[in-house]
């Protein structure tokens, strides 16, 4: 097994024993039951705490909660201007595959569809991206389906080095790696890796999941973990809103990163809220979620966690989306095409579900300044990272 090499980082975290346990022992029935049985009195109480236990937690995503959305999003907006000022950063992915070797009931790119399969090559895929550049885009995340065959370590590697100078940011949603092969791409510059666990619920995984590597529950569950000890700066983690219970789910998501923090202390982290979309298939959502019920999950997270970052992709509609800004999220994507190749060509088809937004960037700045914040497309700096690793 290849020895992964120092980092010149004295915060660089060790792997831990038990961690696992950690997520194995809650289930998601005794999850669902403490967000179930929580009453206004545990509510009152959460919108009192400074810092909030995960019980506050479970009492601010309850039904018992509801009637309190109004302060949750003003306490919730007062936090997130503390912590982040008048501020909201922007990114766009760049879909560099549609293959997948995984069969997912909900997912346009599920190898039992039948689509127009694409893998952007490295030259492809750099000129999408330097598309979004000159759009004037710092920070790009790099997407893929889930299949190595069509796109390994050795392609991110390259197309990381292309790309690393031209960017503030680098980042990935691709199959979840080893840590030996995060390592190699942080070197290479990628600065952050998104992973979703879509559910948290394992029965309902099982259920979802139908084929492929991705079956594996717990190989999933310990991938932020992998990327954070490889010394990615920055984890996302997320459910897909339309799966398990939304109630249930947010206190599990609010578990998995009060774990990791403790354990990554020195690491950064989001919360994405990718809520059902149309795609290609016949699936339809399990459980209705509402925009409503979205906006009590961000809040609700917000002020579990005042520093994790809080993001909403252009699967919202705009009129949501301007609606939030300053109330909770802290990041926004925009301009953004689900398709390999969309942003040069746009007939490109096969897209992985279709977008709520459909303003350009420069239309969503607008919005942001409008409503008196800054749009930040550059939050980081490469020279910060390649200060940091010995490479
Ligand atoms: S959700 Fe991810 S792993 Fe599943 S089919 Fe879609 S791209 Fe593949």
């Given at each position: 097994m290849q020895v992964l090499p120092p980092l010149k980082r004295d915060s660089y975290p060790q792997i831990l024993?038990?961690?696992t346990d950690m997520y194995k022992s809650p289930d998601f029935n005794q999850l669902s039951t403490k967000v179930k049985s929580a009453t206004v009195a545990d509510v009152e109480h959460a919108l009192t705490s400074d810092r909030l236990s995960l019980a506050d937690l479970a009492a601010l995503l309850s039904p018992?909660?509801?009637?309190?959305?109004?302060?949750m999003a003003t306490r919730?907006?007062?936090?997130?201007?503390?912590?982040?000022?008048?501020?909201?950063?922007?990114?766009?992915?760049?879909?560099?595959s549609n293959y997948c070797t995984n069969i997912c009931a909900y997912c346009g790119f599920s190898?039992?569809?039948?689509?127009?399969?694409?893998?952007?090559t490295l030259d492809e895929a750099e000129r999408e991206a330097l598309i979004l550049h000159e759009r004037g885009f710092q920070h790009i995340l790099l997407v893929s389906g889930e299949a190595e065959s069509a796109l390994d370590v050795t392609y991110m590697e390259a197309i990381a080095k292309r790309l690393r100078n031209k960017f503030a940011a680098v980042s990935i949603e691709i199959q979840p790696m080893s840590r030996e092969h995060y390592h190699r791409l942080f070197l290479a510059g990628i600065t952050a890796v998104a992973v979703?666990?879509?559910?948290?619920?394992?029965?309902?995984?099982?259920?979802?999941?139908?084929?492929?590597k991705k079956r594996d529950y717990d190989y999933r569950l310990e991938t932020p973990a992998r990327a954070a000890?490889?010394?990615?700066?920055?984890?996302?983690?997320?459910?897909?809103?339309g799966l398990g219970d939304w109630r249930t789910e947010g206190l599990a998501l609010g578990n998995h990163l009060q774990w990791l923090r403790k354990t990554f202390w020195s690491t950064a982290f989001t919360v994405s809220f990718p809520r059902m979309r149309p795609a290609t298939g016949s699936f339809e959502p399990l459980v209705n979620v509402s925009e409503r019920n979205l906006s009590q999950l961000i809040f609700a997270l917000r002020l579990f966690d005042h520093d994790v970052g809080l993001i909403v992709s252009t699967r919202?509609?705009?009129?949501?989306?301007?609606g939030m800004l300053g109330l909770g999220p802290t990041r926004y994507s925009a301009g953004s095409c689900t398709a390999p190749g969309g942003y040069g060509d746009s007939d490109a088809d096969a897209e992985q579900f279709s977008v709520g937004d459909h303003r350009s960037l420069d239309d969503v700045c607008s919005i942001i300044r409008a409503k008196g914040f800054?749009?930040?497309?550059?939050?980081?700096?490469s020279e910060f990272q390649s200060s940091q690793v010995t490479d």
């Open positions: 024993h038990s961690w018992a909660a509801d009637p309190y959305l109004q302060q919730s907006s007062e936090i997130t201007l503390a912590r982040f000022g008048k501020t909201t950063q922007l990114y766009a992915p760049v879909y560099l190898a039992d569809n039948h689509i127009k399969r694409k893998c952007l979703y666990q879509e559910t948290y619920n394992r029965a309902l995984y099982k259920e979802v999941h139908l084929s492929g000890q490889a010394g990615m700066r920055e984890i996302g983690i997320g459910a897909l809103l919202e509609e705009a009129r949501y989306r301007d800054d749009p930040v497309c550059k939050d980081w700096d």
